[in-house]
């Protein structure tokens, strides 16, 4: 009996270009060609039977050149971080033109580094029922189905698996990010007087005054959506052009912010204000590629910050659970897929 070669139908390849083309914003017909190209083959190295949600998902990982951690049999996930990656180089696209200058101007201002703060004890993950992961012991999905229990090839994704990451890391030292990230009391009073018109010029006066504020790039993206209260991803679905204005905004707050982490492997916590405007740029910068379909980069952008502040009051992880639903993943025993 012959066997078939798996090959990837129009449907699939068009799917996974419009994926393509999301992540990276090299145009949709370029991404499609990419796919006729090396789809195929892609398919026989991972070994994919069939392109479902989940297969899809892992030829867009393998066009990107991402390596992949199993979140369960065939599901994939960026790898968990050990420190923190700086995004400025490290998306599928390109940071805008706008993002550029921002850290071009804050110069040597953004040589800042964060301070030692404190101290990250993971240990309340354990007392609220999380189980670290054991790296020597967990189930490796390469294997041949025979040597593994039925159980562990069910294909169903763990989108809290982050927690026990997190807590198999153990201690980490706390840091502060520097004093000039944030705006003054003064000026944010002054903006919550303001009408959003003016509230979003004086704020451009503001980044180009201190580039360094970070803050006042935030909330420029948190105008651009509709809300002086911080991106939420509860909220209407904004337009393209507003995605695309939160996007820029957003970018700049990450870009010169992360200047502030070289070689940094440690936690920046909610609870020191000066951290908030860079976590809130993570955030709103996840929510935004969250709006805009892609997905792979969202997901890149929450490991990154639930690697940061793993108390996660901004509920990142919430969004993260949704990201992955949003691509049609396997959900857990109990929930939907929405």
């Not at 971080?81 to 110069?107: D, I």
Request: aromatic residues 6%.
């Amino acid at each position: 009996m012959t066997t078939s070669t798996p090959r990837t139908s129009q449907t699939h390849r068009s799917r996974i270009a419009r994926r393509l083309d999301r992540e990276t914003d090299m145009g949709y017909q370029k991404a499609l060609n990419t796919v006729r190209e090396q789809s195929d083959d892609l398919m026989r190295q991972l070994g994919l039977a069939r392109l479902d949600a989940s297969g899809c998902d892992m030829v867009l990982r393998a066009l990107l050149q991402q390596d992949v951690e199993f979140w369960g049999p065939g599901i994939g996930a960026h790898l968990w971080p050990t420190s923190y990656h700086p995004l400025f180089m490290g998306l599928p696209a390109p940071m805008s033109p706008t993002a550029l200058e921002a850290v071009t101007r804050a110069g040597r201002a953004a040589d800042l580094q964060a301070e030692p703060s404190g101290t990250f004890d993971p240990s309340w993950l354990a007392e609220a029922g999380v189980d670290a992961l054991d790296y020597d012991c967990e189930p490796d999905y390469d294997e041949d189905e025979e040597d593994l229990a039925p159980e562990d090839m069910e294909p169903l994704d763990e989108p809290d698996r982050w927690k026990r990451h997190v807590l198999a890391q153990g201690q980490r030292s706390a840091f502060a990010m520097p004093a000039q990230q944030s705006l003054s009391s003064a000026l944010r009073k002054e903006l919550r007087e303001q009408s959003p018109k003016d509230a979003r010029a004086r704020l451009e006066q503001t980044v180009q005054d201190q580039p360094t504020a970070v803050e006042g790039y935030v909330l420029l993206g948190d105008l651009a959506l509709g809300t002086r209260h911080g991106a939420a991803a509860d909220g209407p679905k904004p337009s393209a052009a507003e995605l695309d204005e939160a996007r820029r905004w957003y970018e700049c707050a990450v870009t010169v912010g992360e200047q502030a982490l070289h070689f940094f492997h440690d936690a920046l916590l909610w609870r020191e204000e000066n951290n908030r405007p860079f976590l809130r740029a993570l955030f709103g910068l996840a929510l935004v590629h969250c709006h805009r379909g892609s997905w792979n980069t969202s997901e890149q952008i929450l490991f990154a910050l639930l690697h940061l502040n793993p108390s996660d009051e901004q509920q990142a992880g919430v969004l993260l659970a949704e990201v992955r639903r949003q691509v049609g993943l396997p959900a857990p025993r109990g929930e939907a897929v929405s």
